[in-house]
């Protein structure tokens, strides 16, 4: 079945504790990126990659960093995550310019 | 470059017909459509590039005016199942994405 898969669905932690959500997908796309979600903001771009070796910062980069090592993963990492990264995260992925598949999303809390 | 998009939200009842506009300040390459259920990830409706087409399935359907940088999703006969979040998404030269604020739509019996 073709599908984006996020890890964790839900993670509470703590001020400047490093953590990643991984992301993959067995589509063999090009494009991936990172969005999160906040009430009254819609969807931002954090980062994308459209290929192997290649990101780009998005619309909200500050505070995150991703790797594209292989092209079916693309996780993101918050080196020391702050409050205001409380958010709802997904990840999806397209083969441009087409459909952008959306993983089931990750909620954080940041306390 | 966030595209804007009106109504913010909109209440239908079953049958009626509801129209939501995107417009952008940028050149648009592409202009995606989804829509999201609560708390769940967004699912996509369609694509449009940039010519002027029109596209759609049943009963949604969606034009893109690449001069004036505006794309209008149609939802004709709104059943209950299109309730939701929709979302347009542009796509200038660059390959960044920006999706707009939303338009919550809900359509009762």
């Known amino acids: 079945e073709a599908q984006v898969t996020q890890n964790p669905r839900y993670l509470i932690t703590v001020t400047g504790k490093k953590l990643t959500v991984t992301c993959s997908q067995n589509?063999?796309?090009?494009?991936m990126s990172w969005y999160r979600q906040d009430p009254g903001l819609g969807l931002r771009q954090i980062y994308y990659?459209?290929?192997?070796?290649?990101?780009d910062k998005g619309d909200v980069p500050e505070g995150y960093k991703v790797s594209r090592k292989e092209k079916r993963n693309f996780p993101l990492i918050l080196e020391s995550p702050s409050p205001n990264q409380t958010s709802l995260y997904f990840c999806?992925?397209?083969?441009?310019?087409?459909?952008?598949?959306f993983g089931p999303g990750t909620r954080l809390l940041v306390l | 470059q966030q595209p804007v998009q009106s109504p913010q939200a909109v209440i239908l009842r079953e049958g009626e017909d509801a129209v939501i506009n995107c417009s952008s300040s940028?050149?648009?390459?592409?202009v995606h459509w989804y829509r999201q259920k609560h708390g769940e990830a967004p699912v996509f409706l369609m694509i449009?590039?940039?010519?002027?087409e029109q596209k759609g399935h049943e009963k949604i359907s969606a034009s893109f005016n690449e001069k004036k940088q505006q794309s209008s999703l149609y939802l004709t006969a709104s059943q209950l199942s299109y309730s939701g979040t929709y979302f347009c998404?542009?796509?200038?030269?660059?390959?960044?994405?920006?999706f707009g604020t939303g338009t919550s739509l809900t359509v009762i019996p």
């Open positions: 999806a992925s397209s083969s441009p310019p087409g459909t952008q598949y």
């Open positions: 589509m063999n796309h090009e494009y």
């Open positions: 990659s459209m290929n192997v070796e290649v990101t």
């Open positions: 940028k050149a648009l390459y592409s």
């Open positions: 449009l590039l940039k010519g002027g």
């Open positions: 998404g542009t796509e200038s030269y660059g390959n960044q994405f920006y």
